[in-house]
């Protein structure tokens, strides 16, 4: 008689967490490359455009994680 394991499953949290610390660290780049502009400063812009890079991150994290999950076992 022969054993066979299950086929692994990734796990969401990882993609969504992967994604939103690399879509953060991008959009703080943008946001500290671009210096104070339109009244704000330095540290709004990095908190703006990294916020705004953690929700691109994570949103593309999961569709990673979809395209992952549905590949044929």
């Given at each position: 008689m022969?054993?066979?394991?299950?086929a692994r499953t990734p796990r969401l949290v990882p993609f969504l967490f992967t994604g939103a610390i690399i879509g953060f660290a991008i959009g703080g780049y943008f946001g500290v490359?671009?210096?104070?502009?339109?009244?704000?400063?330095v540290a709004s812009s990095l908190g703006y455009f990294g916020a705004f890079g953690i929700f691109i991150g994570g949103l593309l994290g999961a569709i990673v994680y979809l395209i992952a999950d549905r590949r044929p076992r």
């Open positions: 022969t054993s066979q394991r299950p490359r671009g210096g104070p502009m339109g009244g704000y400063s």
